[in-house]
């Protein structure tokens, strides 16, 4: 079993940068591929980034390609999504999510593990 807990989330204005925060417990952390992904009000969950555990292998979904960096920390068992020049249409809860495996998959189902969540809100 794998507990993750996301954090930073909050209010920025458009152009703004945040940096959020997953922290896992349970397993041994750098046995999981970790993903994030977000929900923004009356729309899917979709895919934001993902990374292996020894971080080489990274994806983004094409609209944060260049603004944001999924990054890990395994002594830490963290993992972080630096995000740069936010957007309005960025804002939406953040889930970061984990599962077993040695390529980041984008669909959300093939996830097994995943945080409550933290909401982040760009003002235009």
């Known amino acids: 079993q794998v507990q993750l807990a996301e954090s930073g989330g909050g209010l920025v204005q458009a152009g703004g940068a945040l940096r959020l925060s997953c922290a896992a417990s349970?397993?041994?952390?750098?046995?999981?591929?970790m993903g994030w992904f977000r929900q923004a009000p009356g729309k899917d969950r979709e895919f934001v980034a993902a990374?292996?555990?020894?971080?080489?292998?990274?994806d983004y979904a094409d609209s944060v390609k260049g603004r944001f960096t999924v990054s890990r920390d395994n002594a830490k068992n963290t993992v972080y999504l630096q995000m740069n020049s936010l957007k309005p249409e960025d804002t939406a809860v953040y889930y970061c999510?984990?599962?077993?495996?040695?390529?980041?998959?984008?669909?959300?189902?093939?996830?097994?593990?995943w945080g409550q969540g933290t909401q982040v809100t760009v003002s235009s």
């Open positions: 999510a984990a599962v077993l495996g040695s390529l980041p998959p984008r669909r959300n189902f093939e996830y097994v593990y």
């Open positions: 990374l292996t555990w020894s971080g080489d292998n990274t």
């Open positions: 349970g397993r041994t952390f750098n046995s999981y591929v």
